[in-house]
């Protein structure tokens, strides 16, 4: 018989302890939540966070902000939905880094509204779509 | 007899990877962000897929074997290990590859990279505690207990997009409803590539399900004999 009342015991036992491992795992993940994102948006960076801290960016680089100076550094406006900061980088930027995609960057703010950014990393979207089809809104 | 079918079952996948690769490689177009590299999805996303549903099965089988502690189930559940394990690597270091290039770094501690990085680790402590003793009843307790545990793993992999901001994208194949963010001319191949992947590691997975049951019969002297009399066992 496949359901006797031995399997069934056993299964009460694993249905419980599943239970516990749900609800144990889903409390930690419920607490930790906040910490396990890889970055801020600038819309989340935390008032409080003092100037020169390391911590991680990441948002939508703006159309036409991005400037190349003489020195080899460049300049550019990240945004998100609510707002947006200035990003200074020198160094190289990766391949896919262009104006209206996304980056995610290591630095530190050395003002209020000026970012320093030691590394920068070009994130692309979930789009995958021919050349030949052109660009999918 | 059964060599037969799974030769053919492995014939069967082989050529399903083959043409979903060369339809995938040669007769597509390259992406309009990213270029040529994009072509590692026809790997990096079976294996990542397959790494998760190959670890379903190993929960399936372990809470199988835990509530009939049947021997077969317990051996389905260990060559799925195995499998599921060989899956992770390829789409971790595949994805590293592709990583590289298009943002810039091989690895990030992101909540996707890390999640399907401890995947790998449960399912090679998964393996290598069964691995100290094959045959143990104890052992074989603990390692079910230890892939049911484990599983909460693959929702987190799976929602890690949607539920954190991560460096990895969010989903192109929406499972559920919805159109899907990658083009009809990729989607297809991609399909066809997770398919044959699919049924590869099947074909793996049951050759290692033979070879376990034939190492629990080693010392039967029914195999002693066909083997002495058949001079090995034909594939």
């Known amino acids: 018989m496949l359901f006797n009342t031995v399997t069934q015991n056993r299964l009460v036992k694993l249905l419980l302890f599943i239970l516990g491992i749900v609800v144990i795992a889903g409390l930690a993940i419920y607490f930790m939540f906040e910490n396990i994102n890889y970055f801020y948006t600038p819309s989340q960076i935390p008032a409080s966070l003092e100037i020169n801290r390391f911590f991680k960016l990441g948002g939508k680089v703006k159309q036409h902000s991005v400037n190349y100076d003489a020195n080899g550094g460049v300049g550019f406006v990240l945004y998100d939905e609510t707002s947006e900061i200035k990003v200074s980088y020198n160094g190289v930027l990766p391949n896919l880094f262009q104006e209206n995609g996304y980056a995610v960057m290591t630095g530190r703010l050395v003002s209020k509204d000026l970012f320093l950014a030691t590394q920068i990393l070009a994130k692309h979207d979930e789009n995958y779509y021919p050349r030949g089809v052109g660009r999918k809104p | ?235």
């Not at chain 2, 690769?21 to 040529?36: A, K, L, N, P, R």
């Not at chain 2, 199988?64 to 789409?91: M, P």
């Not at chain 2, 992999?157 to 083009?183: D, P, R, Y």
């Open chain 2, 1 to 235: 007899m059964l060599d037969k079918h799974l030769f053919k079952l492995g014939t069967i996948a082989f050529l399903t990877v083959l043409i979903g690769s060369i339809w995938g490689c040669y007769f597509t177009e390259d992406d309009f962000v990213q270029g040529v590299i994009f072509r590692l999805i026809y790997i990096h996303v079976p294996a990542a897929f397959l790494s998760l549903s190959f670890y379903s099965l190993l929960t399936m089988f372990s809470i199988g074997y835990l509530i009939w502690r049947n021997k077969l189930l317990d051996n389905l559940a260990y060559a799925s290990a195995y499998v599921g394990f060989a899956f992770t690597l390829v789409a971790l270091l595949t994805g590293c590859l592709w990583g590289k290039p298009t943002w810039g770094t091989y690895w990030v501690w992101d909540a996707r990279l890390t999640f399907e990085l401890i995947l790998g680790i449960i399912y090679l402590s998964y393996i290598y505690y069964r691995q100290t003793n094959p045959f143990k009843q104890s052992i074989k307790f603990n390692a079910a207990v230890l892939a049911i545990v484990g599983f909460i793993d693959v929702p987190l992999i799976h929602f890690s997009v949607n539920w954190w901001f991560t460096l990895h994208q969010g989903e192109s194949i929406k499972l559920i409803g919805g159109s899907s963010a990658i083009h009809q001319s990729y989607l297809y191949p991609i399909l066809i590539c997770i398919i044959g992947y699919g049924l590869f590691g099947l074909y793996l997975m049951l050759l290692k399900v033979y070879a376990l049951i034939l190492r629990e019969c080693s010392e039967t002297k029914w195999l002693r004999n066909y083997i002495l009399n058949n001079k090995g066992v034909s594939f």
